[in-house]
Structure formats: structure tokens, C-alpha cells
């Protein structure tokens, strides 16, 4: 299945993120990796791609910043 | 032993904090927020989930705005150091536990801040309005004397504190967990507690709530984060901010546990069972002429000899492992408050899971030698 990331920076908003969309209905896994910002690790959460839309609108909903990578 | 220490810590632990501690040291006890395996996205969530479950018991919605630190002391200094601009005129309580007293004590050393004292003990608005000055910023404030259990209304303070433009620093070490408190309608810049008093968690883990509008924007602690490792310096977003190095899970995971426990049994339960045996033991004590009953508020029953000495009772109450506290409780403030200063006094701190019985014991004794 195609999967998409989204990253998140610090556990903390991984695990907030994590439970938004799982409270949601969209399934949601820790990840760790780089992000754009190449500061080194950072947490993020992986999701169906056929969720992506509906994940956009829960962590613009709940405020929580993101970056998006391809799996 | 019959405990009576409470407001030093709590015991005994309800049995689920008891469980919670040891399920997460055998199973799961990981580094929070460092590795991507099972045991470290697991202590990642349960502490994010302490998070949540410590801005909902304290109604303010923010879980991030959670920050955990080792204990109160810690809260309080953090929340001091991070939120007061240099040159500021704060203004504290004259029942303040040295974990205020002392870091301000510091920092006017310094020539960081100034500061004044209000009497919490008669008219609390006007005693703070009347020390407001153009350079006041702050009020920091206990909400609740470690010493007599005398409550200053949190709601008070944040009106004052709202309606002069003022930082609001809350000590909330002796009140949390003994009644409801609402930040959502009280507003708080910063609200410290410990995790091992009225929340019935393990010693080993405290938090701010940075409930208001403003936010701290420098670091207290510098070093790991978990993540941005190439950073220099700590994220400029809370929690992290103020978070550095290993997290306590397992103090975090019994605080969750424990703030559990006190919404199913309810904090008005608690609130009323505490008041049941305060006031049962006050009726008592009022019999014996030789003791004298210096306050008697919340959990606290505070006591001497009818002379002002206390080192006999204490002495007595050990000799019969009766857990209290004697002496000046690290709050001379408030035994100057209470005149109580030279000697200091024998304090008694009631918890939920005291019982009549016990008091009768106390007071048994008490008879017995102080008649």
C-alpha cells in the first residue's frame, strides 16, 4: 500500500498528531526521520495515501505543523 | 505508622499508581521520544497521553503547553526564570514556600527584580492592588499554605492579575488534586504542581501548565532533545523548550494514573472526606487545654504546645510512629504570618486515604500526655 509521511519535528507533536487522526478513523504510525529542514531526526507519523486530504484538514484543524515526504 | 505527612508526599500511592509504575519498569520502560521501537513510541505516547490527561483535570486544552520537570521546585523556578523580563517589580505571598521565596530572593540579589510581600490573610485584592507599581509584571502566588492550608482564591489572583496586565505565576503543590481547579476560567501564565502530593504520583516528576497568553521563549536546561540533533540550541517550542535530557516515564506514567484515580473517586469526594477528618480532629483537639490549634484549613491542621514549643510533641509522635512534619516546614514566611516563627509548629496533613480510626489514635495519644 502506498504510504505517505508526514513529519512533525518533536515526539510530542508525532504523538498529538498520531492521535488526531487515529481519533479520526485514519490509521497512523511513528516514524522516525529526516526532515527537510536537514537538522537532523525528527518524528513524524505515516499514513495510507488515500488518506492524505482528510490528514491535511484533521492537523490544520487541530493546529499542528507539518512537512510532507513520499515514502 | 499512621501517616499524617501528606503535604510532605503522599502514602500510601492508590493501588493502579502502585501498578502503573511497576507494569512500565517490567515491560516498556524506554527512552521517550529518542528511538523509533515499540518500547520508546510506547513511553512517547504514555507521556504525551499524561500531557493530555493533566491540561484536560485542569481544563486549559493545550497538552503541549505541558512541561515536565523533576518537581515543583523545579516548575516554579523554571516558570520564574523563563517568563519575568529583567527589571520587573513582582509581587509574592506572604505565605510562600522557599521554592518562590528563594529564587526571588536570588534574583533581587542580583538586581533582576524587586519584589513586595501582600498579606494573603485579610483583604487579598486590596493587599496586592496596593503593592502595584508601574514596574509590576508579575504576581506569583501559592494557592494554598503548606504550612496552615489557609487557600488563596485562585480566582482572586487571576482577576487581579488580568485586570492590571500581570503575569499570574500559581503554586499549585498543596492544592492539586484536593479540589477542582480550573484554569480555563481562572487564566495562568504558569501553573506548577508536583506529581507525588494531592495527585498521587510517584516522586520523581512535576509540570507547568502554561496556561496564558504568554509563552516562555528561552531555555532554562540546555542539552538532548530527541530530535534536531544539529540544532545548537533547545527548540524554540514548547515542550521541548524547557524539556532537556531523559523524561521520568515512569513518575509520568503514575501521575496520569493518579490524576485517573482522583476523577473517578472525584475530587469533591476527596474534598469532602478530607474535610470529614480535619474538622473530626479539630473537635477533638479543642478539648485538650495544653495544645493550642495555630490554623486548621484544607488537609492541614497546624499545632503547638499551649507554651509555643513543639519539640516534645514531635518527639512524642515519632516515639509513637505517628508521621508529621515539625519545625518551619521551609516557609518562614509563613510562620512569621502566623507568629509561630521562633519555634515553628507540628503540622498535620490529612489525605484521602486516612481514616477516622487514625485520628482517634492521634488524638488518643494526644490526651494521653497533653491533657
Given at each position: 500500500?502506498?504510504?505517505?509521511?508526514?513529519?512533525?519535528?518533536?515526539?510530542?507533536?508525532?504523538?498529538?498528531?498520531?492521535?488526531?487522526?487515529?481519533?479520526?478513523?485514519?490509521?497512523?504510525?511513528?516514524?522516525?526521520?529526516?526532515?527537510?529542514?536537514?537538522?537532523?531526526?525528527?518524528?513524524?507519523?505515516?499514513?495510507?495515501?488515500?488518506?492524505?486530504?482528510?490528514?491535511?484538514?484533521?492537523?490544520?484543524?487541530?493546529?499542528?505543523?507539518?512537512?510532507?515526504?513520499?515514502? | 505508622?499512621?501517616?499524617?505527612?501528606?503535604?510532605?508526599?503522599?502514602?500510601?500511592?492508590?493501588?493502579?499508581?502502585?501498578?502503573?509504575?511497576?507494569?512500565?519498569?517490567?515491560?516498556?520502560?524506554?527512552?521517550?521520544?529518542?528511538?523509533?521501537?515499540?518500547?520508546?513510541?510506547?513511553?512517547?505516547?504514555?507521556?504525551?497521553?499524561?500531557?493530555?490527561?493533566?491540561?484536560?483535570?485542569?481544563?486549559?486544552?493545550?497538552?503541549?503547553?505541558?512541561?515536565?520537570?523533576?518537581?515543583?521546585?523545579?516548575?516554579l523556578n523554571?516558570a520564574i526564570k523563563?517568563l519575568i523580563?529583567?527589571?520587573?517589580?513582582?509581587?509574592?505571598?506572604?505565605?510562600?514556600?522557599?521554592?518562590?521565596?528563594?529564587p526571588i530572593?536570588?534574583?533581587?540579589?542580583?538586581?533582576?527584580?524587586?519584589?513586595?510581600?501582600?498579606?494573603?490573610?485579610?483583604?487579598?485584592?486590596?493587599?496586592?492592588?496596593?503593592?502595584?507599581?508601574?514596574?509590576?509584571?508579575?504576581?506569583i502566588?501559592?494557592?494554598?499554605?503548606?504550612?496552615?492550608?489557609?487557600?488563596?482564591?485562585?480566582?482572586?489572583?487571576?482577576?487581579?492579575?488580568?485586570?492590571?496586565?500581570?503575569?499570574?505565576i500559581?503554586?499549585?503543590?498543596?492544592?492539586?488534586?484536593?479540589?477542582?481547579?480550573?484554569?480555563?476560567?481562572?487564566?495562568?501564565?504558569?501553573?506548577?504542581?508536583?506529581?507525588?502530593?494531592?495527585?498521587?504520583?510517584?516522586?520523581?516528576?512535576?509540570?507547568?501548565?502554561?496556561?496564558?497568553?504568554?509563552?516562555?521563549?528561552?531555555?532554562?536546561?540546555?542539552?538532548?532533545?530527541?530530535?534536531?540533533?544539529?540544532?545548537?540550541?533547545?527548540?524554540?517550542?514548547?515542550?521541548?523548550?524547557?524539556?532537556?535530557?531523559?523524561?521520568?516515564?515512569?513518575?509520568?506514567?503514575?501521575?496520569?494514573?493518579?490524576?485517573?484515580?482522583?476523577?473517578?473517586?472525584?475530587?469533591?469526594?476527596?474534598?469532602?472526606?478530607?474535610?470529614?477528618?480535619?474538622?473530626?480532629?479539630?473537635?477533638?483537639?479543642?478539648?485538650?487545654?495544653?495544645?493550642?490549634?495555630?490554623?486548621?484549613?484544607?488537609?492541614?491542621?497546624?499545632?503547638?504546645?499551649?507554651?509555643?514549643?513543639?519539640?516534645?510533641?514531635?518527639?512524642?509522635?515519632?516515639?509513637?510512629?505517628?508521621?508529621?512534619?515539625?519545625?518551619?516546614?521551609?516557609?518562614?514566611?509563613?510562620?512569621?504570618?502566623?507568629?509561630?516563627?521562633?519555634?515553628?509548629?507540628?503540622?498535620?496533613?490529612?489525605?484521602?486515604?486516612?481514616?477516622?480510626?487514625?485520628?482517634?489514635?492521634?488524638?488518643?495519644?494526644?490526651?494521653?500526655?497533653?491533657?
Amino acid at each position: 500500500m502506498k504510504k505517505i509521511i508526514f513529519m512533525l519535528g518533536s515526539s510530542t507533536y508525532a504523538s498529538k498528531a498520531k492521535r488526531a487522526l487515529t481519533r479520526n478513523g485514519i490509521s497512523a504510525e511513528y516514524i522516525k526521520s529526516t526532515d527537510s529542514r536537514n537538522l537532523g531526526c525528527s518524528h513524524g507519523i505515516e499514513i495510507p495515501y488515500q488518506d492524505f486530504i482528510d490528514a491535511v484538514a484533521i492537523l490544520k484543524k487541530e493546529n499542528i505543523q507539518y512537512s510532507v515526504k513520499n515514502v | 505508622m499512621i501517616y499524617f505527612d501528606n503535604a510532605a508526599t503522599t502514602y500510601p500511592k492508590p493501588e493502579r499508581v502502585i501498578s502503573s509504575v511497576t507494569e512500565c519498569i517490567r515491560n516498556y520502560c524506554a527512552n521517550a521520544g529518542r528511538s523509533s521501537h515499540d518500547n520508546a513510541v510506547k513511553c512517547a505516547e504514555k507521556i504525551y497521553e499524561a500531557r493530555e490527561s493533566i491540561a484536560r483535570h485542569f481544563n486549559f486544552g493545550k497538552p503541549e503547553n505541558v512541561v515536565f520537570t523533576e518537581n515543583a521546585t523545579y516548575a516554579l523556578n523554571i516558570a520564574i526564570k523563563t517568563l519575568i523580563p529583567k527589571n520587573s517589580h513582582v509581587i509574592i505571598s506572604n505565605l510562600e514556600h522557599n521554592s518562590v521565596l528563594r529564587p526571588i530572593i536570588k534574583l533581587a540579589n542580583d538586581g533582576y527584580l524587586t519584589y513586595s510581600v501582600y498579606n494573603a490573610l485579610t483583604d487579598i485584592e486590596k493587599n496586592i492592588k496596593c503593592l502595584i507599581k508601574a514596574d509590576t509584571r508579575a504576581i506569583i502566588s501559592t494557592l494554598s499554605s503548606n504550612v496552615s492550608g489557609f487557600e488563596i482564591p485562585i480566582s482572586i489572583l487571576s482577576k487581579v492579575a488580568r485586570e492590571n496586565s500581570l503575569l499570574f505565576i500559581a503554586d499549585g503543590s498543596q492544592l492539586a488534586g484536593h479540589k477542582r481547579i480550573d484554569l480555563g476560567k481562572n487564566p495562568c501564565d504558569a501553573f506548577c504542581a508536583p506529581g507525588h502530593k494531592g495527585l498521587f504520583g510517584i516522586q520523581g516528576a512535576g509540570f507547568i501548565c502554561f496556561a496564558g497568553e504568554t509563552l516562555p521563549t528561552k531555555s532554562f536546561i540546555e542539552g538532548g532533545s530527541g530530535f534536531h540533533s544539529k540544532l545548537p540550541t533547545m527548540p524554540n517550542e514548547l515542550p521541548e523548550l524547557l524539556e532537556g535530557g531523559t523524561l521520568p516515564t515512569p513518575a509520568i506514567v503514575s501521575l496520569n494514573e493518579g490524576i485517573s484515580f482522583i476523577e473517578d473517586v472525584t475530587p469533591e469526594a476527596i474534598a469532602e472526606k478530607i474535610t470529614f477528618l480535619r474538622s473530626s480532629l479539630v473537635e477533638r483537639l479543642e478539648n485538650l487545654k495544653k495544645i493550642k490549634i495555630i490554623s486548621a484549613n484544607s488537609a492541614i491542621v497546624s499545632l503547638t504546645q499551649d507554651s509555643g514549643e513543639i519539640s516534645k510533641i514531635d518527639a512524642l509522635l515519632a516515639r509513637e510512629k505517628i508521621a508529621i512534619r515539625s519545625g518551619l516546614h521551609c516557609a518562614p514566611l509563613a510562620h512569621n504570618a502566623y507568629g509561630t516563627i521562633e519555634h515553628g509548629c507540628v503540622r498535620i496533613s490529612l489525605s484521602y486515604f486516612n481514616s477516622i480510626d487514625e485520628v482517634d489514635a492521634l488524638y488518643s495519644l494526644l490526651k494521653h500526655n497533653y491533657v
